[in-house]
Structure formats: C-alpha cells, structure tokens
C-alpha cells in the first residue's frame, strides 16, 4: 500500500512546483483574439436590439436611440458611429429636440451633448456655444469633457487645449492619480483623465510624464484576475474605463505586462461580469445593469479601433467643423476677460466642488428588502427660528423570541436521533459518539455567539435603545429634485423619503451609522459601496429608496449636507454630535441643482 501511495505524493508534487515554475503557467495572459472582442461586441449589440425590439443596428438607431436621445442611449450613438455607423440622423434630430426643450444646468451634460452631436455629424454651433461657460464650470469632470470637445478641434474664445490639458495636469495627486475630490486618486477619474490626455501623449512631454505616473498607479490598483474594485468591490466598470485609456494610448492591454496579472488582463476583469444573454452585471452573477453594459460597449469598441489602427474612441470620425469662426466685437472680447477670470476663481478649488458626489461607477452591494412605514407621526415646533422634529412610530411591533433556544433543542435533537442510528447500524465504537458529541457542540456554541436576524427582524421598525447616548439629531431624506420627472412607485409625490426624524446619538457614530439605522427603522432601502470600517472610512451610498446614481443623468446621485453644509468627507468618516441636522438629498447635477454649500 505505502509503495503505491509514495508515487501518488512524488507526482502531486511534481504538477505543483511545475505550476509554479513554468511560465505557460503564471506568466502568460490568455490570448483573447479579435474575434472574441467582436462576439462580446456582437452579444452586447443582440441584447440592446431584443430589448428595443429593432430587428437592426440602423432600426435601432432610428427607433430606440433616437427616442432616448438626451436621456438614456446618447453613449449608444456615439459608440455605434465610432463603430461605423454614421447615420444618426435621426438621433441628431431629436438630441436637438431635446435640448431645445431643456434647459440644461450640468455643465458636463452640455460637454456630453456636444460630444454626441459631433459623433452624429452635426454642424450645430451647439458644440461650440456651450465651451465657454462649460468647461471648467463643474470640477473635474467638465474640465475632461471639455479637453474632448477641445481635442476634436473645435475652439472657444476662453480655453484652448493646451490651457486645459495645463490645468488637467496641475489637478494630478502625488499618487499617479486624479479624482473628483479627496487625498488619493480615483481608477475610473484618473483613466477617464488619462482619456482625454492621451492625444498629447507622444507629443507633450509633460502629458507624457504624468501620464505615466497615472498608468504606474492603474497598473498598481489592478487585482489579481485583471479586474478593478472600487471602495472594496470588484466591477466592470472601472476596468472598462481603463481599458478605453489604454487603447486611445495604443497600449494594447493583452501584452503590456504592466496590466496583466497572474496571467489574467484586463479584458478578463471584464468578462467575468458577462451575462448569458450578452449584457453585463455591476456585480460577478448579479442582475443586468445598463451602465456596466454601455461602458463594456465602448470600451471593446475602443479596443477594436486601437488593434484596427483607428484614433482612440473620443477623437470622432463624424465630426465637422465650423468653416469659420465668427469675428469678436470690443464688447465680446471685454467680456471674454471677464468671464476668464471668473472661470479661473471657479475652478481654483476643483476638488472642493466636486467633492458632493463620487461619479465612480463601481459595483453595487445590494439589499433588496423592505417593509412599509406605518403609523408615523410627525410632530414639528418652530421657536426662536430653529426648527424642532420629532418622529413617534405609534405602533410598535410585537417582538418576536429568540430563535436560539429552539436552534439549542433542534442540533440537541438531531444529535440524538444520529447517535441512535448509529447504535442501530452498529457503529458503537466510543470514538463515533465521542466525534458526534464535539460537533453538536461546537454547533451550539456558534448558535449562541452568533447573532442571525431575519429580514423582519432586521427592518423591524424599533428604535435602538442607546443607553449612553450624548445627544439628538434629525435626518431627513429627499428628492425634490425629481419628483415630477418620473411616474416611479418609489418616488413620492411631494419628494420625501423620510421626514425630519430624530435619533438618539453615542458617542462616535457617523451619518452612515445614522442612515443604517434609519434604514433599519423605516423600512427604507439603502445600497452602499465601501465600508465605515475600511481605510478612511470611505463610504458612498449609491442608491437609496430603489432611487440610484445615474437614473437621471450622469450627474446624478445622492449627497448629503450636515447644517447645510456639503462635508468633503465621506459619510462613513463625519462624527455626528449634538444638534446636528442631516439632510440627504438626490441632485442631477452634482448638487448644483440644490445650490450647495461646501465645507471650507
């Protein structure tokens, strides 16, 4: 027996310091070929054409693209003519529909529409009109939005590209990275960033550095199956972003050894959210989600124009240029100084501005519980101009015992009937009884230190009793903003989510900590990313109410103010005391539609 055990163990050995040692089998990444792209590609194409019912890309383009133009498809179109579809016509058509009918306060919406109306051919001074008071005019995002309107060679009065890729370039954190507000760089800003740069990137020998900093830091943030997290959860998105970077630099990511990772690239990081039927999910086997989908889209479809030979996805193959730039009068060009000073004292403090909302688009953590808020009463006082609220649930839930004395009876139970089997099939060695004894009681032991709630449990509709607490604050949450924007069940008609609502506070609890237990309380529903208990305490609530980031714009999102004022903390690090209020609140664009406050 031991003669033929030994050479099993010898062998064993052997295959392991073979897998360690031979680079076929740790330093080579898999070989995704053109092919495979254009099937992910393909599939992706399918799905959006099963779901608008369009039997081709051009009846897509003309029925559903064309009808979510402004709102839902505008990243679609531009793909598809990067792709090679250059009549979008009828998108252009009802994109300018749409912006004549809406007054669009983003000033990164205003740089995206233009982006979308170059891709779809259109001489419309739109493109133009807008740079002036758009770039620059809302942090990060507006001044890398506007380098690509810049980059497809159109002019203003107030910018040039070199001037904002000059800017773009002193907003770089001394770790490689960009991000719209913070300390350290972000995956998806500083990809994004390394996007519109990447034009000078061979020309420009300070873009050169700096962009080489930023790819040492994405190659650094890169995990070990080729993909990305963000705030501590894996995602497609981010590696789609880094993956459109990488192509418009021609770095094809399937060979730089800098992006790939025990033997995975980035296209792997990518493809483990694919779904059967050709979209991908936020999460590894979650549901579909349409911003992972369109930004795998693209950024396949910028891989393929790098391996093609093409420009990178940003630099638009339809676009046309004005043939001539409208001659300036004393008055404009006295103007034109004017607003460039005001535009420079905007965006001197960038990543103060936008510091209300992180656009990262991240995988999502998802709860999907709720219960209804029943019997609550709101009580308000107003004295001295300061505004007193309480809320009182009027009718408590029967509590419900513990589950564990009946767990105790059930393993005890379960214990017995398998000890009697055992003596009926003769197994009566002491050893059996003595193994199925430990077990029973190492299950019991988990049973009474552990502490599993149900569902109803959980949301339970009680308040935590906090014997030691320092203080009260009040939380409200609202969406003002969008109440009359959607026929959604879980947007009320007067945008409030929860009223002005008092909770008792101990020492050291946060707004997120406040949240959770507001969540817990009423019922509500709230999707986080991040952890108040990981570094820095980087916490982003992306959805709350089934209401999320990006359902109404690329702007869009919850942020919260704390007396008024927009923190430039992260909700997991503000330490709440005494008196505080909490408001949280879904702005369109990054919190410019709810005239914000921000903490010096």
């Keep these: 027996m031991r003669n033929k055990v030994l050479p099993g ?14 680079p076929a089998f740790t330093a080579e990444c898999s070989d995704h070929t053109v092919g495979e792209v254009d099937d992910l590609i393909g599939g992706i194409i399918d799905y959006k054409l099963g779901q608008a019912g369009a039997g081709s890309i051009e009846e897509w383009l003309r029925s ?9 498809s505008d990243w679609y179109a531009l793909t598809l003519s990067q792709y090679g579809y250059t009549d979008l ?19 990164t919406s205003r740089e995206k529409y233009a982006l979308a109306l170059c891709a779809a051919g259109s001489d419309n001074s739109y493109i133009t009109d807008i740079l002036d008071s758009s770039i620059g005019g809302q942090g990060m995002m507006s001044w890398i939005y506007g380098l690509h309107v810049l980059n497809n060679g159109y002019t203003c009065s107030d910018f040039t590209a070199d001037s904002v890729t000059d800017t773009i370039l002193s907003m770089q954190y001394a770790d490689g990275g960009w991000a719209l507000f913070g300390d350290y760089g972000d995956i998806d800003v500083t990809a994004m960033t390394v996007q519109a740069l990447a034009p000078y990137y061979h020309s420009n020998s300070a873009v050169t550095d700096s962009v080489e900093r930023a790819l040492d830091f994405l190659s650094r943030k890169q995990k070990d199956n080729g993909g990305y997290e963000s705030f501590g959860n894996a995602n497609p998105e981010s590696a789609s972003q880094v993956l459109t970077a990488l192509s418009a630099l021609g770095i094809d990511c399937r060979s730089d050894e800098r992006f790939i990772k025990n033997g995975n690239d980035i296209i792997d990081g990518i493809v483990r959210f694919c779904l059967p039927d050709g979209s991908f999910s936020h999460t590894e086997g979650g549901a579909s989600n349409e911003t992972a989908t369109v930004q795998a889209f693209y950024s396949f479809v910028a891989f393929r124009r790098m391996t093609d030979g093409k420009t990178p996805l940003l630099i638009l193959d339809n676009r046309k240029l004005p043939e001539t730039q409208q001659p300036q009068t004393e008055a404009e060009k006295n103007n034109s100084e004017e607003n460039t000073v005001s535009s420079v004292s905007a965006s001197a403090e960038p990543r103060t501005t936008a510091s209300a909302v992180m656009t990262t688009t991240v995988s999502v953590l998802k709860t999907t519980v709720t219960t209804s808020i029943s019997a609550l009463t709101i009580t308000t006082s107003v004295s001295s101009g300061a505004v007193s609220t309480a809320a009182v649930i009027q009718e408590q839930p029967v509590k419900k015992g513990s589950y564990k004395p009946k767990a105790v009876i059930i393993i005890i139970c379960s214990a017995a009937v398998l000890g009697l089997i055992l003596l009926i099939i003769g197994k009566r060695n002491i050893k059996n009884f003595i193994f199925l004894g430990i077990a029973a009681g190492v299950c019991i032991i988990i049973v009474l230190v552990t502490d599993i709630k149900s569902v109803d449990d959980y949301y339970s509709g009680r308040k935590k009793e906090k014997k030691n607490a320092i203080g009260t604050v009040t939380m409200e949450i609202r969406c003002d903003t969008i109440a009359d924007k959607s026929d959604s069940g879980h947007i009320p008609a007067d945008g409030v989510i929860l009223p002005p609502t008092a909770f008792d506070i101990e020492a050291g609890e946060t707004v997120f900590s406040i949240l959770t237990e507001a969540a817990q309380t009423y019922g509500i529903q ?15 609530i992306s959805g709350i109410n089934y209401i999320y980031e990006y359902d109404f714009g690329d702007l869009s999102g919850w942020v919260y103010h ?8 992260s909700c997991g690090e503000y330490v709440l005391y005494d008196g505080d209020r909490v408001e949280w609140l879904y702005t369109c664009e990054i919190g410019h539609d709810l005239d914000e406050v921000y903490e010096k």
């Design 89 to 107: 016509s009828a998108y252009e058509s009802a994109l300018l529909g749409y912006l004549d009918s809406n007054n669009v306060t983003s000033a």
């Design 64 to 72: 559903g693209i064309a009808e979510g133009a402004g709102t839902v």
């Design 526 to 540: 709230v999707e986080n990313k991040g952890s108040a208990g990981s570094a820095h305490g980087m916490v982003y």
């Design 9 to 22: 163990i010898l062998c064993s050995l052997l295959v392991i310091i073979l897998s360690l040692y031979n």
């Design 562 to 569: 704390v007396n008024g004022i927009t923190p430039s903390k």
